[in-house]
DNA sequence: TTTTGCAAACCAAACGGTCGGTTTTTTATA
DNA sequence: TATAAAAAACCGACCGTTTGGTTTGCAAAA
């Protein structure tokens, strides 16, 4: 592809990241791009079209977990599983991306809002990923209860929930606080007490 | 105070939640209030302004629980009057404003991120909220496991993160896919699943 | 007669976006 | 392989609109 036209896109999500939609404007694209005005309107057709391009080439693979590279026969492996994939997703985009932000910040959270707000398409997306998340949850649990890994009288998909809303619970508050380098550690910590309150002692 | 200051604050809470700060313009409030820019003007220095007051004078206490409601001595009924008093405070704040909102939208969320964002001393307060809801969620498991209420290896604070960390969890995640009306059931009933994986069956 | 409450006209700056034109690169042809 | 035509890349002055904010003036209350 086009090199000023993958700047731009580059560059803008940087931008996006950093301030989000409303709040950059063209002359700050165009001013990091170090092209003209006329150059990025030969490439795009307004702010709004580099922002979906944008959402839709980087930040949809961020949010994109990929399922396969999880344990299917023990939660406790599963966790691990989730947590290190989850890491490197992360890094990846970031390396990308070159950003040398060190982790995923309030800021991804409004470009993230600002999505769901501006593109239907990306907001279904995301209600789509979560569906899966939880099927994905729920369908190890089941698995764990039958291997004995754990026992309880709650239902799969509750304890399913349990392990899903810890974890999102966590990562707003962590960013709130601005304690981001905590995330993995709170979680796991949280995820391990669960399954230690699940398992049979 | 005055009749028409009152009605600038009033109206522009409604447009900060419906929009968000930097989305609602000068223009849409004076319109909004049946006042003019300059009468505005006569009021308030600035928008910054009547988002700091609106802030501060309904928001504040619409995130601030009365802790002193609750129980002190199970496990059982403080998760029921925390309930309780989250939906009491919501709804009077909804009366207070007249607003026709059934329930805590994303904007709420928006203009809370905002609130952060430009006010050093509501983010302070926040920070501060959240110490002490630990506090006070420890202390109740603490006292639940003396009573034998339940029984656990894990650390007062580990279980008491647990509660919180999945209200916190099911908040966004139920507003983002905007079934806001589910936010309590959901609650209720992972708590009562983290409640039974806690008490000796 | 002074202060309060407000309206309307007004302002500079900033906004996203356009446009006429120039330079650079690619392609076609002889 | 030289050259002309075409297309793509690019520039920056400019446009109309909207932004938050100001100024002036005036009617009514104190």
Not at 57 to 85: G, M, Q, R, V, W
Request: hydrophobic share 35%.
């Amino acid at each position: 592809m086009n090199d000023s036209r993958e700047r731009i896109l580059s560059k803008s999500l940087n931008l996006f990241i950093e301030k989000g939609f409303k709040e950059v404007t063209m002359q700050e694209i165009v001013q990091k791009t170090g092209l003209s005005k006329g150059a990025f309107y030969h490439y795009f057709n307004s702010k709004e079209q580099v922002f979906e391009e944008v959402i839709n080439h980087y930040y949809t693979e961020l949010i994109t977990p990929n399922y396969y590279a999880f344990s299917k026969k023990s939660l406790k492996d599963f966790c691990a599983d989730f947590l290190k994939e989850k890491k490197n997703r992360v890094d990846a985009s970031k390396i990308k991306n070159s950003n040398k932000e060190k982790a995923i910040t309030l800021h991804h959270y409004f470009l993230m809002f600002d999505a769901i707000k501006m593109l239907p398409a990306f907001k279904k997306l995301r209600e789509e990923l979560q569906k899966k998340e939880l099927a994905i949850w729920t369908n190890i649990i089941a698995v764990a209860k039958k291997n004995k890994e754990i026992k309880s009288t709650s239902s799969n998909k509750d304890i399913a929930k349990l392990f899903i809303y810890a974890s999102k619970g966590i990562g707003i508050h962590c960013i709130i606080n601005k304690t981001h380098n905590d995330i993995r550690k709170e979680i796991k910590t949280a995820w391990s007490n669960l399954y230690s309150m699940l398992s049979n002692k």
